[in-house]
Nanobody
Framework: QLQLVESGGGLVQPGGSLRLSCVVS????????VGWFRQAPGKGREGVSC????????HYVDSVTGRFTISRDNAKNTVYLQMNSLKPEDTAVYYC????????????????????WGQGTQVTVSS
């Protein structure tokens, strides 16, 4: 059974850091691209970052470029989102999503292609 479980959210002051984790299980075969998304109160869900199945390609939206870093440890079936220099406008529920991919691929899917989602983790940036 496909399952994505996010963790690592919390309350942090502006300028602080958090690292989100997404553990993926149930993909057969075990190759997938992963995206991080967020949904702020009263707004639609937006793509934030994604990473290819190999980890060799990554993409960030402009608003987080230079502050967020996506990475993956395929041995642990885990994808991370390191978030630095957090701003109040980063406050949202963060979701990870996965999409089957070829082994060791550097291809990045469009954010709209992702179709398997986790339950989300709350990130609140406030003083």
């Amino acid at each position: 059974q496909l399952q994505l479980v996010e963790s690592g959210g919390g309350l942090v002051q502006p300028g602080g850091s958090l690292r989100l984790s997404c553990v993926v299980s149930g993909f057969t075969p075990d190759y997938y691209a992963v995206g991080w998304f967020r949904q702020a109160p009263g707004k639609g869900r937006e793509g934030v970052s994604c990473i290819s199945s190999s980890g060799g390609s990554t993409h960030y939206v402009d608003s987080v470029t230079g502050r967020f870093t996506i990475s993956r440890d395929n041995a642990k079936n885990t994808v991370y989102l390191q978030m630095n220099s957090l701003k109040p406008e980063d406050t949202a529920v963060y979701y990870c999503a996965a999409l089957p991919a070829l082994a060791n691929s550097t291809l990045l899917p469009a954010f709209s292609d992702f179709d398997s989602w986790g339950q989300g983790t709350q990130v609140t940036v406030s003083s």
